[in-house]
């Protein structure tokens, strides 16, 4: 429902408003956006066969869920996004420590006020926003911080222990009339694990033996890498059978997944007078360097390798390519194969190698560079074109490209080659010098990778001979 204007119980009584418990609100927001076929989780690329439809079932069916997947899979944005399913306001009581429905009210606290004050309770109106709590699970945690404590200051007071008003409440009963999620679950110390037995079965509350009746409305969400989950054993059994839904999240199954979550997710700064242009092969090389890793023995396919990865190397590509433009004084920003070996510091940043001499990572990468390179290239170009180009070298020709160079430059080093012009014109699909640069790059690395030219790097400074 819309924000209202009630402002005390009675008013609240007055509009006509029913109670709803959060899993009701979203099973019945879900329902209606399922049948005005609205886009349900906006943003979430490659899961529209997989695992949505997973999600959507167990909203549907109003379980906690569990959510399983390597790292940079989207599980906690899936999470976060789950708030949009909640009814933008709802009204709870005023000035109490846990956000309750004013038709349903859970403490003992809020009971008495609305005994004490009846009709006059005063009520106010809470976001959805606000209606969502998170926690990254770390051995420290303490049941104090989710659940609970005993409030020594109160007891001084003189209430009892076993009095409800003598309880401090923790994350969780903080969350009621909403969502909480623990991400990383499997690294929640045991003894804090049994603790939350209660809270996902029976719904209430145990703080040092003392049990608390408290009918708790919140959704209870998770997230923990399959790794720790089935293979350690570091979430208890008991609790992994109150998860209602367990749910695998996936890496993007295509490359074309990858490119729109990279264009999705990079970070949007100003370019001020300069425009940029990413021709589709150069995409497709930096998406293809993941998949490749993703695939390498060489790398730790155990911790996986994030899609952040794609997002940080096409970052760093294209930071280079504006720094190419800014010294060479050209207004397009446009990426070349010779940038390449400046992604190198954001991706060895993103991938765990496995256990190998000192040294070695900077060949596998570059090993990564020249597979994705390969890959992208045979889809592409023509075979027969490429090699009656490389049979042009073999009089002794010999060109020089570097990420310093103008983009002018290539203009003669595509003359110099008979057939390199028709290919730069069919890779680029454009007149611009800058982007044509790119091009006559991309051939003459990918000559280089199918063993039809030699290839001697000084700096930065690439030369291509028979």
């Not at 695992?51 to 999470?79: H, M």
């Not at 969502?132 to 303490?142: F, Q, R, S, V």
Request: proline residues 4%.
């Amino acid at each position: 429902m819309s924000k209202g204007q009630a402002e005390t119980l009675g008013e609240l009584k007055a509009s006509g408003y029913e109670h709803r418990t959060v899993r009701e609100e979203m099973r019945h927001n879900l329902m209606r956006r399922l049948t005005d076929e609205e886009d349900v989780f906006p943003g979430i690329v490659g899961y529209e066969d997989t695992v949505i439809p997973q999600l959507e079932n167990a909203i549907l069916s109003g379980q906690d869920i569990i959510l399983l997947g390597e790292r940079g899979q989207a599980k906690s944005r899936i999470i976060r996004s789950l708030t949009s399913l909640l009814d933008e306001w709802i009204p709870i009581v005023d000035g109490v420590e846990v956000p309750e429905d004013p038709l349903a009210p859970i403490s003992s606290r809020t009971r008495h006020l609305i005994e004490e004050k009846g009709d006059a309770t005063p009520v106010r109106w809470m976001h959805r926003d606000e209606r969502y709590g998170e926690k990254l699970a770390t051995p420290d945690i303490t049941i104090a911080d989710l659940i609970g404590e005993v409030d020594p200051i109160k007891i001084a007071e003189g209430r009892y222990l076993s009095d409800e008003d003598a309880l401090h409440f923790g994350m969780i009963p903080h969350s009621n009339r909403g969502i909480f999620a623990i991400n990383e679950l499997p690294d929640l110390a045991e003894r804090i694990q049994v603790g939350l037995l209660n809270i996902m079965e029976e719904r209430d509350i145990q703080i040092r033996g003392h049990k608390v009746r408290m009918d708790l409305d919140v959704l209870i969400v998770a997230t923990a890498n399959p790794e720790d989950y089935t293979n350690r054993g570091r979430i208890i059994t008991p609790l992994k059978d109150r998860y209602g839904s367990q749910i695998r999240t996936h890496y993007p199954q295509t490359i074309l997944e990858e490119i729109t979550i990279m264009e999705q997710e990079q970070q949007r700064l100003s370019l001020g007078e300069y425009r940029e242009v990413v021709p589709s092969f150069m995409q497709q090389i930096i998406a293809e360097i993941t998949l490749q890793a993703r695939n390498s023995a060489d790398v730790n396919q155990r911790s996986g390798v994030s899609v952040r990865a794609s997002i940080a190397n096409y970052e760093a590509l294209l930071a280079n390519a504006l720094r190419r433009a800014i010294r060479v004084n050209e207004q397009e920003v446009v990426p070349r194969i010779s940038d390449l070996p400046f992604i190198m510091p954001s991706l060895q940043g993103k991938v765990e190698f496995e256990a190998m001499e000192e040294g070695r990572e900077d060949k596998i990468m570059e090993k990564l560079f020249m597979d994705a390179i390969k890959a992208v290239f045979a889809r592409h170009t023509d075979k027969e074109e490429m090699e009656a180009i490389a049979q042009q070298f073999a009089d002794g020709l010999n060109l020089t490209t570097g990420e310093s160079l103008p983009s002018h430059e290539y203009d003669e080093v595509i003359r110099k080659v008979d057939g390199l012009d028709a290919a730069v014109t069919k890779l680029a699909h454009s007149d611009s010098k800058a982007v044509r640069a790119s091009a006559a790059e991309f051939v003459l690395e990918g000559l280089h990778i199918l063993q039809l030219l030699n290839k001697d790097r000084i700096g930065t400074r690439s030369t291509y001979s028979a």
